[in-house]
C-alpha cells in the first residue's frame, strides 16, 4: 500500500514554498487501477493546459488548449473567496482529484465535487472542467 503522503505527491508533485501571487492553478484528478489521471492547468499569463499521465509513474503530458484563455484573476479570486489556503489537505481514496496552487492543495476521495466544498471552490471545479471541453 502507497503511503497517503507519497501517494499525494505522485498525483499533484511536491510542494515547495508557500503560495505566491501568479502561481499555477491546477484541476487534476487520478489513481484508480493505472494510476493514470488528467486535468487542467492555469497559467497566471493566460495559457489553459490540458493535463494527462497515462499511468502511474509516467511523465505528466500538458498540452497548450489552442484559442482559449484561462480567467486567471477570476479562478485565483475562486481561491481566495473559499480561503483556499486555509483548507485542510484532505485524504485521498482510489480515485482522487483535487486543487493546487502553489505550496498548497486540497484533495477529496472521487471524481465528483463534494457537496462539502465551499461554494467557490466548487464554481471553480466546474468552470475548469469546463474551460477544456470540445
Known amino acids: ?48 493546459l ?16 489552442e484559442g482559449r484563455t484561462a480567467p486567471y484573476a477570476r479562478w485565483s479570486a475562486l481561491l481566495d473567496a473559499a480561503r483556499f489556503d486555509t483548507l485542510p489537505r484532505g485524504e485521498p481514496g482510489n480515485m482522487t482529484c ?14 465528483h465535487t463534494p457537496t462539502t466544498l465551499p461554494a467557490p471552490l466548487r464554481d471553480l471545479v466546474t468552470e475548469m472542467r469546463d474551460a477544456t471541453r470540445e
Open 1 to 48: 500500500m502507497i503511503p497517503r503522503a507519497a501517494f499525494a505527491a505522485l498525483l499533484f508533485g511536491s510542494a515547495a514554498a508557500l503560495a505566491e501571487p501568479g502561481e499555477r492553478i491546477t484541476l487534476y484528478c487520478g489513481g484508480g487501477f493505472t494510476g493514470g489521471g488528467g486535468g487542467v492547468a492555469a497559467e497566471a499569463d493566460g495559457r489553459l
Open 50 to 65: 490540458r493535463l494527462r499521465r497515462p499511468r502511474a509513474g509516467a511523465p505528466l503530458e500538458q498540452m497548450s488548449v
Open 98 to 111: 483535487g486543487i493546487t496552487r502553489g505550496a498548497h492543495h486540497v484533495m477529496w476521495p472521487s471524481t
